[in-house]
Antibody, heavy 117, light 107 residues
Framework: QVQLVQSGAEVKKPGASVKVSCKVS????????MHWVRQAPGKGLEWMGG????????IYAQKFQGRVTMTEDTSTDTAYMELSSLRSEDTAVYYC??????????WGQGTLVTVSS | EIVMTQSPATLSVSPGERATLSCRAS??????LAWYQQKPGQAPRLLIY???TRATGIPARFSGSGSGTEFTLTISSLQSEDFAVYYC?????????FGQGTKVEIK
């Protein structure tokens, strides 16, 4: 079965970038469709983007286009999500999740990113 | 963007009772709807996909129904481990959206 293990918590200053990793085990990344979802403190879930296997491309939610980059290192079966120009509103737990291909299962444990001056 | 609206925001239920959660889409999503359970400090867990198909390992007390714009998640007899927040998610188009969640709390 697929397991996802994410990198640890990060504290960043406004304007900086953060790169969160998600290590896959049990399957190879090339067999999977990786997505990223975030959750601000006490708030709901927000889909940021993910790999569309029909088009073979990564699709980003319009809200994050230009600020987010999702990449994969197939040699290590690790996915990455980089978010730039951070602001306080980006403080959230960021989850990686496998798209099957449109609903999400399983999820990583989450990575807390705190943006604070 | 398809807006998903869940109701109620909070549902107070006694253990053993039935819980009925609603999710409404701003436009038809056919049966392209999933439900997730999230407990404090944990990642969401898939419960239902295709509006009514239980995910692997999900107990039969969880059931989903609906199509188009109106959906329901029913928990037939609440167990202590079921008190959590539940989210619906549509995947009818490339922009996937979640509802704001329903918290099921102990009455």
């Amino acid at each position: 079965q697929v397991q996802l293990v994410q990198s640890g918590a990060e504290v960043k200053k406004p304007g900086a970038s953060v790169k969160v990793s998600c290590k896959v085990s049990g399957y190879t990344l090339t067999e999977l469709s990786m997505h990223w979802v975030r959750q601000a403190p006490g708030k709901g879930l927000e889909w940021m983007g993910g790999f569309d296997p029909e088009d073979g491309e990564t699709i980003y939610a319009q809200k994050f286009q230009g600020r987010v980059t999702m990449t994969e290192d197939t040699s290590t079966d690790t996915a990455y999500m980089e978010l730039s120009s951070l602001r306080s509103e980006d403080t959230a737990v960021y989850y990686c999740a496998i798209g099957i291909p449109e609903w999400f299962d399983p999820w990583g444990q989450g990575t807390l990113v705190t943006v604070s001056s | 963007e398809i807006v998903m609206t869940q109701s109620p925001a909070t549902l107070s239920v006694s253990p053993g009772e039935r819980a009925t959660l609603s999710c409404r889409a701003s436009q038809s999503v056919s049966s392209n709807l999933a439900w997730y359970q999230q407990k404090p400090g944990q990642a969401p867990r898939l419960l239902i996909y295709g509006a009514s198909t239980r995910a692997t390992g999900i107990p039969a007390r969880f059931s989903g129904s609906g199509s188009g714009t109106e959906f329901t998640l029913t928990i037939s007899s609440l167990q202590s481990e079921d008190f959590a927040v539940y989210y619906c998610q549509q995947y009818n188009n490339w922009l996937k959206t979640f509802g704001q969640g329903t918290k099921v709390e102990i009455k």
